[in-house]
Each structure stands twice: as C-alpha cells, then as structure tokens.
C-alpha cells in the first residue's frame, strides 16, 4: 500500500516564476491538505481540498492556488514567486476531511532564487 | 501564526533517558496531536488526545492534557538514537457549531538522542 507520494523532490526556481508541486493521497484517502514549513518552523496550514474543491484556506495570498482531481490526487500552484516562498511544501491525505491522523508525505523542497 | 509553542525548543540526552516535551496552545480544543518529523522529511502521525481525556499511552510514549492549563506534555521513555527528530504538537480547535476546523502547528521541539 503506497503511502502519499509528492513530486518533484527538489525544484529551484527563480523569483517572478510559476511552479506547479504534485501530491497523490495514500489509497482510500479523499482528502489532500497542503502546508508551508519554513526552515525551523512548524508547517503552516495552506488549504484543503475535498471533492475537488477547496474547502478550508489558512492566511495565504491568492498567489497560492490548487486543484483536485477526481482520483483525489493534487496539485499545489504559486504563482509570482518571491525569495520568501523558499520552503518545505508538504502534502497530507486524510479521510472525510478530517484532520485527524494526517498521512504526511515527503515533501518538495522549493528554493527561489 | 503558531497556535501552539513546544517548550524546550531543543533536547539532548542520552539514549535510555527519558525525553519530556511540553506544548501550550491558546484556544478550547477538539483534540491535539502529536506528530514527528525526521530531518526536514514528511511528518508522521504519532498519538491524538481528545479534550476529555487526561491521558494516553502508545508503546514508550505517553501524552498528558491538561486543558486548564492549555497545556500537553509528551513523554518518550527509554530513548533510543533513532528517537532523534523534530517533535510537534498539532491542535484541531472546538467549534461550538461543530462542523470543520483546520489543524495549527507549534514550533517543535528538536530531540537529539546521543548513542
């Protein structure tokens, strides 16, 4: 049983750039939530996605979009990328868009020059 | 912004040791959760207590909730080198209308575990 799968792995990017992160849930799982962890701190809460829509938004700007498609995988997208956006992007899957017991996966590290 | 702080924010003991790291959170709670994460990599889901509980145990772990204190506390015992990682508390907020809240973050405590 696959776990939840992200890619790419690493990516550099430039400031002003557009990047497109991919996230795929652990099996049975129909909800995907997408965090920021900068380096030393805990991950912060960018939105969810259930049912193909997004369902709950922390304190991103509108730069920071998503889909979801209808096998439950996801993508996270930013657009005009800043120095700023250089972090951990994390993928979590869950049931019933609970945030109980998240499934993290690896993570993508972004780095913006 | 952080919901919860872990407190210390680093640790290092020696392995057989036990390990305390404490969480405070600011709002009423559904429940809070625990989870680690080793060296910048994914994090993974490691005990959840639920406002009404006081206690709970899960192998060589043991969380305590003190929701007057809106504090928690996780205990690992008997250290081992692979204990060594990033330590969060995660809390879900109550919601008197019930429906969904999102999950907020601490800081982390950072474990080091010397062999």
């Known amino acids: 049983d696959a776990g939840v799968t992200q890619s790419p792995t690493h990516l550099i990017k430039t400031r002003g750039q557009q990047v497109t992160l991919r996230c795929s849930p652990k099996?049975?799982?129909?909800?995907v939530s997408w965090y920021q962890q900068a380096l030393g701190q805990g991950p912060q809460f960018i939105f969810q996605y259930y049912e193909e829509e997004e369902r709950q938004r922390g304190n991103f700007p509108d730069r920071f979009s998503g889909h979801q498609f209808p096998n439950y995988s996801s993508e996270l997208n930013v657009n005009a990328l800043l120095l700023g956006d250089s972090a951990l992007y994390l993928c979590a899957s869950s049931r019933d868009r609970s945030y109980n017991e998240q499934f993290f996966g690896p993570g993508t590290r972004l780095t913006v020059l | 912004s952080q919901q919860g702080e872990e407190d210390p924010q680093a640790l290092s003991i020696q392995e057989g040791e036990n390990a305390t790291m404490n969480c405070s959170y600011k709002?009423?709670?559904?429940?809070l959760q625990w989870y680690r994460q080793n060296s910048g990599r994914g994090l993974v889901h490691l005990i959840l207590i639920r406002s009404n509980e006081r206690e709970k145990h899960s192998g060589r772990l043991r969380v305590t909730l003190d929701t007057s204190k809106k504090s928690s506390s996780l205990l690992i015992t008997a250290s081992r080198a692979a204990d060594t990682a990033s330590y969060f508390c995660a809390t879900v907020p109550f919601l008197n209308s019930g429906g969904y809240q999102k999950v907020t973050f601490g800081t982390g405590t950072k474990l080091q575990v010397i062999p």
């Open positions: 709002t009423s709670i559904n429940n």
């Open positions: 099996s049975g799982h129909d909800t």
